[in-house]
């Protein structure tokens, strides 16, 4: 059996990591890609802290696929701050990153975008049942991720109308595939 629910207005995150970093040595500071197994292992302590994070901000982990974890607010938590909750979060990320690269020596290599909008979140029957979501606000988000310059916060033009006054951005323009020039704004710590 098919589940499916549309939630009017929810803020969808992607966090996508492109790889781990460190110095090639003691005597040389230029900095190697880890191992890929190292990266798995990164990659799972990493989405274990944003789980924790999650739960904190009363936000709803979605999936993880690959190095992306997806995650959204106002889906299931009925609440009228999801856009800022999930600015507060991705700022909250941010320091945890910091501190994962003070503590392990690496340099982390990520991206944030996010993206308000409405949705529809299902289940998909099947050999092996999945949860998920789909529409125009997902794959905004996806974009908002992918074009956000690396390691920043990237926030759409519905998401920053709604939390223009809780965070201290910088305008840019972006070319989204499908769509063309659009505003997006990098957020700076508050």
């Given at each position: 059996?098919?589940?499916?629910?549309?939630?009017?207005?929810?803020?969808?995150?992607?966090?996508?990591?492109?790889?781990?970093?460190?110095?090639?040595s003691e005597?040389?500071?230029?900095?190697?890609?880890?191992?890929?197994?190292?990266?798995?292992?990164?990659?799972?302590?990493?989405?274990?802290?944003?789980?924790?994070?999650?739960?904190?901000?009363?936000?709803?982990?979605?999936?993880?696929?690959?190095?992306?974890?997806?995650?959204?607010?106002?889906?299931?938590?009925?609440?009228?701050?999801?856009?800022?909750?999930?600015?507060?979060?991705?700022?909250?990320?941010?320091?945890?990153?910091?501190?994962?690269?003070?503590k392990t020596?690496?340099?982390?290599?990520?991206?944030?975008?996010?993206?308000?909008?409405?949705?529809?979140?299902?289940?998909?029957?099947?050999?092996?049942?999945?949860?998920?979501?789909?529409?125009?606000?997902?794959?905004?988000?996806?974009?908002?991720?992918?074009?956000?310059?690396?390691?920043?916060?990237?926030?759409?033009?519905?998401?920053?109308?709604?939390?223009?006054?809780?965070?201290?951005?910088?305008?840019?323009?972006?070319?989204?595939?499908?769509?063309?020039?659009?505003?997006?704004?990098?957020?700076?710590?508050?």
């Amino acid at each position: 059996e098919t589940l499916v629910d549309f939630h009017p207005s929810v803020t969808v995150v992607f966090v996508k990591f492109y790889g781990f970093k460190r110095p090639k040595s003691e005597s040389d500071p230029e900095l190697v890609s880890v191992s890929l197994t190292e990266k798995v292992i990164n990659l799972s302590t990493i989405f274990g802290m944003l789980d924790s994070l999650v739960r904190g901000h009363r936000i709803e982990r979605v999936k993880t696929i690959g190095s992306a974890y997806i995650a959204v607010s106002g889906m299931y938590y009925q609440r009228t701050d999801h856009s800022s909750s999930v600015v507060d979060w991705c700022l909250a990320v941010r320091r945890v990153l910091t501190e994962f690269e003070a503590k392990t020596g690496l340099e982390v290599l990520y991206r944030i975008g996010v993206n308000t909008g409405p949705l529809t979140s299902g289940i998909v029957a099947g050999l092996m049942p999945t949860f998920d979501v789909y529409g125009d606000a997902v794959n905004m988000a996806s974009r908002m991720e992918s074009l956000s310059p690396l390691n920043q916060i990237q926030l759409s033009e519905s998401t920053h109308a709604l939390v223009r006054s809780h965070c201290d951005v910088e305008a840019r323009m972006v070319e989204v595939k499908g769509i063309g020039m659009t505003s997006a704004f990098v957020v700076h710590d508050r």
